[in-house]
């Protein structure tokens, strides 16, 4: 069993950086693949990317792509989300989740553990 625990998050102008980070308990967290989902007031839960148990293979939403970038560091058992440029329609409350498979894509009935996630709210 995985717990995750997210971190980073606050508000940020329009345009700016922040860098979400992901911190997992659990001796089998590098065989995970592990993802980062978000969710808007109103909305539906929305696949932001993901990463692969080595690292070595990324995946990425449309609206996040050239913007966001995952990376992990599996000696820390942490995960994190670089968020560039961001818009206001970034806004959300994020989560990191482990997959249950090691190719879990884009649906969140795949992910095994969540965390409580972390506000970020990007201002005009």
């Known amino acids: 069993q995985v717990q995750v625990v997210e971190s980073g998050g606050g508000l940020v102008q329009a345009g700016g950086s922040l860098r979400l980070s992901c911190a997992a308990s659990g001796r089998t967290f590098s065989s995970y693949a592990m993802g980062w989902f978000r969710q808007a007031p109103g909305k539906e839960r929305e696949f932001v990317g993901s990463i692969s148990w080595s690292g070595g293979s990324t995946y990425y939403a449309d609206s996040v792509k050239g913007r966001f970038t995952i990376s992990r560091d599996n000696a820390k058992n942490t995960v994190y989300l670089q968020m560039n440029s961001l818009k206001r329609e970034d806004t959300a409350v994020y989560y990191c989740?482990?997959?249950?498979?090691?190719?879990?894509?884009?649906?969140?009935?795949?992910?095994?553990?969540w965390g409580q996630g972390t506000q970020v709210t990007v201002s005009s």
């Open positions: 989740a482990a997959g249950r498979t090691r190719i879990p894509g884009s649906v969140p009935g795949n992910y095994a553990y």
